[in-house]
């Protein structure tokens, strides 16, 4: 999967400071520790909705789940555009049947952009 360069120098800057915070804490790090954790080993899927819960504990927001990110994503992408297949070779489905089921929704209704397109033939 491809990022964008503006969030890849985002992610370098953090990796650099996280160097420095660690040393500061004299908490040991490799190259191989994880960008957003302090350890070598990658987190749990449990560990995401555990600290989204905790920073939202105090509030009265209700907390979003790891799903709805990636649902975020898409629609930002249908919104830019993007098309069944780039979405779908994103996301990893095997099938753009699956895209369709479960974002098919998020697509504008092209119903009345097509009638208006038969106008023209007339």
Known sequence: MSINQKLLQLLEHW???QKELFKSLMIPNSENTYVFQYKD???SKDIFSRKIKYFYRDTDLEPIRLHDFRHSHVALLIN???DYIT????LGHASVKTTIDVYGHLYPNKQKEMADKLDDLL
């Open 15 to 17: 990796k650099r400071h």
């Open 41 to 43: 080993t990658p987190s």
């Open 80 to 82: 830019q555009g993007e």
């Open 87 to 90: 979405i779908k070779e994103r």
